[in-house]
């Protein structure tokens, strides 16, 4: 019995840390798209003063 309720607790916690690695995996993965796309956008943007009109 105890060894049972062992191997179940063992069991929850690698997938647990399975499941936060995979988490901290894609955070990684997609901060640095981010960035890429962001720095894709400021090489769009002309360089110099810029007007905004409001009415």
């Known amino acids: 019995m105890r060894t049972r309720f062992a ?28 960035h890429a796309g962001q720095l894709a956008v400021d090489s769009d943007l002309p360089a110099g003063p810029s007007l905004l009109v409001v009415r």
């Open 7 to 34: 191997a179940s607790v063992l069991s929850a916690l690698l997938y647990a840390q399975g499941l936060l690695g995979f988490a901290g995996l894609a955070t990684v993965l997609l901060k640095d798209r981010a």
